[in-house]
């Protein structure tokens, strides 16, 4: 039986503070709970020519799926909250959720500001197999850095999610952490720190997250929970309103959620992801309709 991961903010914080004074890079590593034939930890070349080593977790799966779900998460940035979803993912999706730079096993050990930068790094991330097509998930802070991925990779992206997203504006939850993690930056471990630094820095980067929006031209899904006290949905709903796509951005709102739709049970998150995976409609042959022949073998009339 798998062990509970910590939930919330509080306890990722508190996570956070415990890996640093053990020298960990995860809380509960991954390779503890499940057999890497089921979630596997991996190192991929950064993009970019950055140069860094990035790390993530996977489901190996002997045959290829049809669809590959690629998940940038947020702040701080610690893959290993997934594993749970990427254990119960069925065999025909494959899943992979990656540290971001500047946290837990990724490099480098500084702080990547840039989201730009970021999504320049992650662009590996999207590459896929023969056949195969890629739902690119953005979580909290990455939701803008999986839209320029998104943007700045045509073609290899065939729908973009952005999950709990956070744009610029904090909750009460959020402003109190911020604030507090400002006074205590010098102190703090490394990932809360980037965290805290991040997401200040976000609203003068939220011009890129617009224009890349306007020109995408995949289907756009926005999941939101409507108890999000972190990032509130009606920030993401004024987003979407402000935002002249190309096309409609489909928006779900989740009755009671909060901002971390990856919490267990994993049932509700799964099928609200697979919801924004298009559905191809069989393709039927419809032959012409021939021209009625009513006069064709039909008695003449009598005079």
């Not at 999706?93 to 840039?114: L, Q």
């Not at 490394?190 to 976000?202: K, Y």
């Amino acid at each position: 039986m798998t062990r509970k991961r910590p939930r919330g903010v509080w306890s990722m914080g508190w996570a956070c503070i415990a890996c640093a004074a053990s020298g960990r890079t995860e809380h509960v590593p991954t390779a503890d709970d499940y057999p890497d034939t089921i979630v596997r930890r991996v190192r991929i070349d950064a993009g970019g020519g950055l140069g860094w080593k990035l790390s993530a977790i996977v489901t190996p799966r002997e045959k290829t799926a049809p669809w590959k779900v690629v998940v940038v998460t947020g702040a701080p940035s610690w893959a290993e909250y997934w594993a749970p979803a990427l254990a119960a993912l069925p065999q025909d999706r494959e899943m992979i959720v990656v540290d971001r730079p500047g946290y837990a096993g990724s490099e480098p050990v500084e702080y990547v500001g840039d989201i730009r930068v970021q999504a320049k790094a992650l662009a590996p991330l999207l590459k896929a197999r023969p056949g195969q097509k890629v739902l690119l998930v953005g979580q909290s802070y990455g939701a803008a850095i999986a839209s320029l991925m998104a943007e700045q990779n045509p073609g290899k992206v065939a729908a973009l999610v952005l999950l709990s997203g956070y744009f610029g504006e904090s909750g009460p939850t959020a402003r109190w952490l911020i604030g507090l993690g400002s006074r205590l930056l010098k102190v703090i471990p490394r990932d809360l720190r980037h965290a805290v630094i991040e997401v200040s820095g976000q609203p003068a980067q939220l011009d890129h997250l617009r224009a890349a929006l306007s020109r995408l031209r995949i289907p756009v899904h926005v999941i939101h929970g409507d108890k999000d006290d972190f990032a509130p949905i009606e920030i993401a709903e004024r987003l979407v309103a402000q935002t002249r796509a190309r096309r409609p951005i489909r928006f779900e709102r989740v009755a009671g959620a909060n901002h971390f739709l990856n919490d267990e049970p994993v049932g509700p998150l799964l099928a609200a992801l697979e919801g924004c995976i298009p559905v191809r409609k069989p393709f039927r042959l419809r032959l012409p309709r021939l021209p009625a022949m009513s006069w064709f073998g039909a008695p003449q009339a009598r005079a």
